[in-house]
């Protein structure tokens, strides 16, 4: 707009009546004043009349929220909350009859006698015919402490979505390496789940876990992915994990944890609990069970490869100490192992598998289970000052070796050298 248009209004400029004689034969009542009322009284009625016509009154509204100022840098759009309630609602809707109450009866034995206890977890239907998955820590709750020992379960329960009638289950097969089990309850025309792709979950996608917490069944926590793979180490066992800000709480465990879609994205499984914590929770990835599942269905335990040597860890004050490098510590080569005819001797530090870094018994774990059985391996191990290579042929796990694994939760003694030197003083002085 050219200066000459613009009216600047101050108390010293106001408008007065002009002493120019520029506005001749009138004045300015006749040549601006009029003139612009008119204008306004005309765009009122053209307005008016557009806003009788519901399409180009719609236009006119859209067209005038359109021109709402927002600030440049600002990406943030607005949304209806009344959608995300319906969201959330339709998912606890379509998820509830999937998601199951679990009661463990165990034993607890003590130096004041016997006595009965039990333990409460949640499930995930995932057959029309009674198959259900939960957590291994759910029905597995044999322990010992000084003071007392639990027993294994004398009995589990399970209780469907709105459904007052308790159904005994039958454990089909636990996994403590992955914490997950399968349970079957004999009843028919259940619901199963939905089970999504965890593979494409993004951070700050929005989810929901659904369980028992506490007891109180079937309650629905609303949250978002805070962290994807994120590993988490619990009872010796590292766990490639989904992390959530849903409340996760004592019997949520087993339970479902799902996206917008209603589909089952992970396992809930763990929470960080403690002063100044809050809203750190953990669920298995779904799309990392189905061969598991898959393989308890049908064998009652997980079939994995078997490379046959107990080991531990080389920490990095032991491989600093003894000028080696960090890696896995070969304390015992298993006669007629594929360790042993491969060539692997004790003594020998494993430092790498097919390539990748080992630092630890968990870390050469989790790259020799992404192979099969059958599957020839690389490992780089580090002998007499010096390192060399040897092809491993995986072998499948034997059944002694198995029952190892599944008092342990994994393959080797995990234990780490890293503060105490009395192994390594024996082998190395």
């Known amino acids: 707009m050219n200066d000459e248009n613009e009216f600047n209004f101050s108390n010293e400029n106001s408008f007065k009546k002009s002493k120019s004689t520029h506005y001749s034969n009138g004045g300015f009542g006749k040549s601006v004043f009029v003139p612009f009322v008119s204008g306004i009284v005309g765009a009122t009625l053209v307005v008016g009349t557009c806003f009788g016509v519901p399409s180009i009154k719609d236009k006119l509204i859209k067209g005038t929220s359109s021109n709402i100022s927002v600030p440049s840098s600002s990406t943030a759009s607005f949304i209806n909350i009344a959608e995300y309630s319906e969201t959330a609602s339709s998912v606890a809707e379509k998820v509830l009859p999937s998601v199951v109450g679990i009661k463990v009866n165990y034993q607890i034995s003590s130096i004041f006698g016997s006595t009965t206890s039990s333990a409460t977890g949640s499930g995930i239907v995932i057959s029309e015919d ?37 159904y005994d289950a039958t454990i089909i097969g636990t996994d403590p390496y ?64 989904i992390q959530t800000d849903a409340a996760i709480n ?11 879609n209603g589909e089952v994205i992970g396992i809930n499984t763990l929470k960080l609990a403690g002063n100044g914590v809050e809203g750190i929770g953990f669920a298995i990835p779904i799309s990392s069970t189905t061969n598991i599942v898959q393989q308890l269905i049908e064998f009652q335990t997980v079939k994995r490869p078997y490379i046959g040597i107990s080991g531990s860890s080389v920490g990095s004050q032991v491989a600093e100490r003894y000028n080696i490098p960090e890696g896995v510590y070969v304390e015992e080569v298993e006669k007629d192992s594929p360790a042993e005819k491969a060539g692997l001797k004790k003594s020998d530090i494993i430092t790498k598998i097919a390539g990748q870094e080992v630092k630890s018994v968990n870390e050469l774990n989790k790259v020799k289970y992404t192979y099969n059985i059958g599957d020839t391996v690389t490992l780089t191990v580090y002998r007499d000052g010096a390192e060399t290579e040897i092809d491993v042929k995986l072998a499948e796990t034997p059944e002694q070796e198995e029952e190892e694994q599944n008092n342990q939760s994994q393959n080797f003694n995990s234990q780490q050298y890293d503060d105490g030197y009395s192994l390594f003083d024996y082998f190395f002085r």
């Open 178 to 241: 992955t914490d997950l089990a399968v349970l079957k309850v004999e009843k028919e025309g259940l619901t199963p789940a939905t089970l999504g792709n965890s593979n494409d979950l993004k951070v700050g996608e929005f989810v929901m876990a659904i369980g028992n917490p506490l007891g109180m069944d079937y309650s629905v926590t609303s949250g978002i992915v805070s962290a994807i793979d994120r590993e988490v180490e619990s009872d010796g066992t590292t766990y490639t994990a």
């Open 130 to 166: 009674g198959y259900i998955l939960t957590n291994n820590h759910v029905v597995s709750s044999e322990g010992t402490s000084s003071y007392y020992a639990i027993e294994q379960a004398t009995g589990i329960v399970v209780k469907f979505y709105n459904d007052d009638k308790e």
């Open 250 to 260: 004592n019997g949520n465990s087993g339970g479902a944890l799902v996206n917008a």
